[in-house]
């Protein structure tokens, strides 16, 4: 089970720090994932951590402002969301890929999701 928290509403400019809690597996063998989806648009990539958290992949557009990491001591993947911009308001998702695989920016590679959580930036 995943379940993000962290969401909310933010003024350009402003930061949010997304968490996902993870419960009933392995925490460390799974790669992790944060995706997003706005209104009328398709569920899109944001950003991927392999299982030890030495290796991420960012969206273009996001790299530089947002950083992915995990504490796999307390099964807890987080998105440290800086310099935000009214185009990342979205409901965004993390997702788990595993066990042992790699990570990836592919929606349909990831077998886990959470409910996901409302960030909106105003401008």
């Known amino acids: 089970q995943l379940v993000e928290s962290g969401g909310g509403l933010v003024q350009a400019g402003g930061s949010l720090r997304l968490s996902c809690a993870a419960s009933?597996?392995?925490?460390?063998?799974?790669?992790m994932g944060w995706f997003r989806q706005a209104p009328g648009k398709e569920r899109e990539f944001v950003a991927a951590?392999?299982?030890?958290?030495?290796?991420?992949n960012y969206l273009v557009s996001v790299k530089g402002r947002f950083t992915i990491s995990r504490d796999n001591a307390k099964n807890t993947v987080y998105l440290q969301m800086n310099s935000l911009k009214p185009e990342d308001t979205a409901s965004y998702y993390c997702?788990?890929?595993?066990?042992?695989?790699?990570?990836?920016?592919?929606?349909?590679?990831?077998?886990?999701w959470g409910q996901g959580t409302q960030v909106t930036v105003s401008s």
């Open positions: 997702a788990a890929r595993g066990p042992y695989y790699s990570l990836s920016a592919y929606a349909h590679d990831y077998g886990y």
């Open positions: 951590i392999n299982r030890s958290g030495t290796t991420t």
């Open positions: 009933g597996r392995t925490f460390s063998n799974y790669a």
